[in-house]
């Protein structure tokens, strides 16, 4: 599985960003599929989180409310809609994916897959 991500970039404290991240297979319904960020010197940490099914979605306490998650089987791409955004938000965010079918748990070690990050910069 290779994973793509997109649409970062500088905006303003209140902006919106959308990321996209493009997986390659003929199995993408098989992925769960995740969202973490890394801030500098820290560890990567849980966004948002998206079942294989669709059926759930996790968020962190921190973008509840302003991040949405979803994905499109057609395009096999999962999205972070990133509204409100943030300076604390500023973070280098990446992709990832697991086809284990199993229920999704919002931790890195979850995943086996992982996409090359993409930078978010919020300015206030």
């Known amino acids: 599985v290779q994973l793509q991500a997109s649409g970062g970039g500088s905006v303003q404290a209140g902006e919106s960003l959308r990321l996209s991240c493009a997986a390659s297979g003929r199995t993408f319904s098989r992925y769960s599929m995740g969202w973490f960020r890394q801030f500098p010197g820290k560890e990567r940490e849980f966004v948002s989180v998206?079942?294989?099914?669709?059926?759930?979605?996790l968020y962190a306490d921190s973008v509840k409310g302003r991040f949405t998650i979803s994905r499109d089987g057609a395009k096999n791409t999962v999205y972070l809609q990133m509204n409100s955004l943030e300076p604390e938000d500023t973070a280098i965010y990446y992709c990832?994916?697991?086809?284990?079918?199993?229920?999704?748990?919002?931790?890195?070690?979850?995943?086996?897959?992982w996409g090359q990050g993409t930078l978010v910069t919020v300015s206030s």
């Open positions: 990832a994916a697991d086809d284990r079918l199993r229920p999704v748990i919002p931790k890195v070690s979850f995943y086996q897959y």
């Open positions: 998206v079942s294989w099914s669709g059926a759930t979605t």
